[in-house]
């Protein structure tokens, strides 16, 4: 199993078919679904589908979401990771697109925000990127605090399956580094 980042409370690894209940649990609850544009899953087999489509990400583009994993409990919480976006959504392409989701019985508890962190310096650091770049619904007032939490600027607001969606952009320089 290939971990990609530890923070304190946090392990950040590959998503693999023995996280399809994490998964499920996850993506089965329409909350988690509110600002997503898209029904919950049914099943088992769609969480799996859903890791197996994670992990296409990682052969064709060597990122995707990753696992996030409580360090003390080992405990599924959700995911967090860069993906690369390579078709235009926003009227933009060929960018790296910052994501995270978790069981809502985590929500809350500044996990995203330590998640998303990592995972931008991990962005910047390791895939040396110059900018990376995060959306939402303008009703998701939590996600959009994460967000502006992390430093991120508003660039604009467009439209994607007919509904408005906020742009977000974080340049390196903008992020500060943790010094750890």
Known sequence: MKIFVETERLILRELHQEDAQ???????N??????????PIQTLAEA?????????????NGIGRWAVVEKSTGEFLGWCGLKLITEPIGGRCQYYDLGYRFIESHWGKGYA?????????????????EM????AEPGNEASIHVIQKLGFSFVET????????HFYAL????FILPTT
Request: glycine letters at 4%.
């Open 132 to 135: 990376i770049f995060a959306m």
């Open 48 to 60: 799996e589908a859903v890791i197996e489509f994670i992990r296409q990400q990682y052969r064709e």
């Open 171 to 174: 340049r390196r320089a903008q």
């Open 22 to 28: 994490g998964i499920f649990e996850l993506d089965s």
């Open 158 to 165: 467009f439209d994607w399956d007919d509904t408005p969606h």
């Open 113 to 129: 925000t330590e998640a998303a962190s990592a995972t931008l310096t991990f962005g910047f650091k390791e895939l040396q990127q």
């Open 30 to 39: 329409p909350r988690v679904h509110t600002y997503l544009g898209n029904q």
